[in-house]
């Protein structure tokens, strides 16, 4: 499984990508908001689209176990402070490939082989807001 294909301005939500994601202990991105086209041709290949019903519509999640390098349009990566937010629209160069899990399951998924920000929505974390009215335990 070899081909390699693009997915032009395709949104990004909840990007680990110089971080390990906490629930997988991977670095990953879901790409988000697939069209037909782009779940018709993942299916096509074996992999499994999802859909929670929620604003992601049909998405997938990409992970690896090496960090995933964001560039902007001119080629340079991203500086690691920038954290990528939900939102941020990329060009994404991906590759699929079969795996076999050591219980006997098997898919395939997909890698991502090179991610361009096109349109970069920064993660900013927010600050409690002093006059919120919350229980501290």
């Not at 049909?58 to 960090?67: L, V």
């Not at 390098?69 to 994404?92: F, M, T």
Request: aromatic letters at 10%.
């Amino acid at each position: 499984m070899s081909e390699v294909f693009k997915f032009e301005d395709i949104e990004l939500y909840w990007p680990s990508l110089y971080t390990v994601n906490p629930t997988s202990n991977k670095f990953q991105v879901d790409l988000v908001n697939l069209n037909a086209k782009q779940v018709e041709k993942l299916e096509g290949l074996g992999v499994e689209v999802k859909s929670k019903d929620d604003e992601r519509g049909f998405f997938i999640t990409c992970k690896s176990n090496y960090e995933i390098v964001p560039y902007d349009s001119n080629g340079d990566a991203l500086e690691r402070n920038i954290k990528v937010g939900n939102g941020s629209r990329a060009s994404v160069m991906v590759k699929p490939y079969a795996w076999k899990g050591p219980t006997g399951n098997k898919g395939v998924s997909i890698g991502i082989s090179k991610l361009v920000i096109t349109d970069l929505k920064k993660y900013v974390q927010k600050e409690p807001d002093a006059d919120e009215d919350f229980e501290i335990l």
